[in-house]
């Protein structure tokens, strides 16, 4: 299996303008979740989905932020629109919870991250 | 709320060494899991180790085991025979089994000196 996959790796946008950021989970994982690190806070938690269903996204910072997950081999996470405070590295994480798999269940793997900057 | 401490900043060791990096953490669940994971310069996060609260047992991984004290709430990771490509920052996380959510140390930056 390729990983978690993320695009784009890095991003450089204006200020104001719409961001998209792109993540195919592990094949077979019914979680996904995406973080944000900053040096100020370290990893947050922003949302995560189970099978595609939003379970918890009170880490979202403020309207505008959304994320969606289609189906279960996509998601996105959205910015609109984007601001300097909003410059973080992005990630994607997948989990298998319960089932047999050659991984861990519950354990999460991330993909590369996003590294966005807003100027 | 479950809350994990990272009590070193940075650490370094040399090559070949053995190296210790500490780790606590507050909950009142019995059922829970602890991973360390490593982020090099390429700031991919990878996961070293992980441990199921209900096994005494500590986990092994190579060069990597860990000294998991359940009473304690201590859950540190030895690196052994340190390598040169063990540089990165370490992240201690706790994940309760009735939940989904990963909660992260502030993280440990190991510099490994030839």
């Known amino acids: 299996d390729a990983g978690v996959i993320q695009s784009p790796r890095h991003e450089v946008t204006e200020m104001g303008q719409e961001v998209t950021l792109r993540c195919k989970p592990i094949?077979?994982?019914?979680?996904l979740f995406w973080y944000r690190q900053t040096m100020m806070r370290g990893l947050e938690l922003l949302i995560y989905?189970?099978?595609?269903?939003?379970?918890?996204d009170s880490g979202m910072p403020e309207d505008r932020f959304s994320a969606k997950m289609p189906n279960a081999s996509f998601s996105t996470l959205k910015i609109q629109p984007s601001e300097p405070r909003d410059s973080a590295v992005y990630f994607c994480?997948?989990?298998?919870?319960?089932?047999?798999?050659?991984?861990?269940?519950?354990?999460?793997?991330f993909g590369p991250g996003t590294r966005l900057t807003v100027l | 709320a479950q809350t994990v401490t990272q009590s070193q900043p940075e650490m370094s060791v040399q090559e070949a060494e053995t190296v210790t990096l500490s780790c606590t953490y507050d909950?009142?669940?019995?059922?829970?899991?602890l991973f360390w994971y490593k982020q090099p310069p390429s700031r991919q996060m990878i996961l070293v180790i992980r441990?199921?609260?209900?096994?005494?047992q500590n986990a092994t991984e190579n060069r990597f085991s860990v000294n998991f004290q359940k009473a304690a709430k201590s859950f540190s990771l030895k690196i052994s025979d340190s390598q040169l490509g063990d540089t990165a920052m370490y992240f201690c996380?706790?994940?309760?089994?009735?939940?989904?959510?990963?909660?992260f140390g502030t993280g440990t930056r190991l510099q490994v000196f030839p």
């Open positions: 994480a997948s989990s298998l919870k319960g089932g047999t798999s050659g991984l861990s269940t519950d354990t999460q793997y």
């Open positions: 094949s077979g994982h019914d979680y």
């Open positions: 989905f189970n099978n595609n269903v939003p379970i918890d």
């Open positions: 909950t009142s669940e019995s059922n829970y899991y």
């Open positions: 441990q199921e609260a209900y096994k005494q």
């Open positions: 996380a706790f994940m309760n089994h009735n939940t989904d959510k990963l909660i």
